[in-house]
C-alpha cells in the first residue's frame, strides 16, 4: 500500500460528459503529479501541484482541469469525455516539489471507460 | 526538452536468464534524476531506484543491478537470473531538476515476460 488514494478505481461514462477523479496523498506529501496511461502511449505526464500551487504542466488537454486543495488532496476533471479519453489516471505523490526530486508513490489508478 | 527512450518494446527470456532492459534519456540540465519503476501485471507503479545526476555508481539490489553511464546519456537495468515474478512491465523515467520545472517524464516501457 503506497498511502496514495484515488477514487473511483472505475468509471464508465458516454461521451460528452464530465467526470472527476480524486487522489489523496500520502500524508506529509505536498506534491501530487497526474498521469495518464493509455494501451500505446506509455505513462503521459498531465500536471503537477505542490503545496497547492501549480507547478509543472505536461500535454494536459484544454478539456482537462486539475487543483490542490488546502488539505493537499486533488482533483482531475475531465470534460467534453472523447472515446479516446479511456485510459487508466494515476495520481502520485512526493515529498519534494523544489529542485531535489524524489521518489513518487503511486495510487492505483482510476480507469475510466467512455463509451 | 527531456526525452526517454526505451527502445526495447517488448523482451522475452527464459527463467534463471539475465536480461539487460535499456534506457537512453535526453536532457540539456546538467542536474536531474533518473528513475526505474516496475508495473507487475496487477497494474501498480512500484518505485526500483532513483540515481542523480552527480552519482554515477553502478548499484547492486540483489538481483537487480543498474549501470548509469553519463557519457552515453544511459541507465541500464539488469535482472540477473531472471524469475517469473519479474514479468512486469519496466519505466525507465526522468527529471530535470532545475528551479520552477520538476515533472517527471517516463519512458514507454519494456514489457519483459519471464518464460518458466
Known amino acids: 500500500d503506497s498511502g496514495v488514494t484515488q477514487t473511483p478505481k472505475h468509471l464508465i461514462t458516454a461521451t460528452g460528459q464530465r467526470v472527476t477523479l480524486r487522489c489523496s496523498p500520502r500524508?506529509?506529501?505536498?506534491?501530487v503529479y497526474w498521469y495518464q496511461q493509455s494501451l500505446d502511449q506509455g505513462l503521459q505526464f498531465l500536471i503537477q501541484?505542490?503545496?497547492?500551487?501549480?507547478?509543472a504542466k505536461g500535454n494536459i488537454l484544454e478539456r482537462f482541469s486539475a487543483q490542490q486543495f488546502p488539505d493537499l488532496h486533488s482533483e482531475l476533471n475531465l470534460s467534453s469525455l472523447e472515446l479516446g479519453d479511456s485510459a487508466l489516471y494515476f495520481c502520485a505523490s512526493s515529498v519534494f516539489g523544489g529542485t531535489d526530486t524524489g521518489e513518487l508513490f503511486f495510487g492505483e489508478g482510476s480507469r475510466l471507460t467512455v463509451l | 526538452a527531456q526525452k526517454v527512450t526505451q527502445a526495447q518494446t517488448e523482451i522475452s527470456v527464459v527463467e534463471k536468464e539475465d536480461v539487460t532492459l535499456d534506457c537512453v534519456y535526453e536532457t540539456r540540465d546538467t542536474t536531474y534524476y533518473l528513475f526505474w519503476y516496475k508495473q507487475p501485471p496487477s497494474g501498480e507503479l512500484v518505485f526500483l531506484i532513483r540515481r542523480n545526476s552527480f552519482d554515477e555508481q553502478n548499484e547492486i539490489s540483489g538481483r537487480y543491478s543498474w549501470n548509469f553511464q553519463k557519457s552515453t546519456s544511459s541507465f541500464n537495468f539488469t535482472i540477473t537470473a531472471s524469475q517469473v515474478v519479474d514479468s512486469a512491465v519496466y519505466f525507465c523515467?526522468?527529471?530535470?531538476?532545475?528551479?520552477?520545472?520538476?515533472?517527471?517524464?517516463f519512458g514507454k516501457g519494456t514489457r519483459l515476460h519471464i518464460l518458466p
Open positions: 501541484y505542490y503545496n497547492g500551487e501549480e507547478r
Open positions: 523515467a526522468l527529471s530535470e531538476a532545475g528551479i520552477g520545472d520538476d515533472k517527471i517524464i
Open positions: 500524508s506529509g506529501d505536498l506534491s
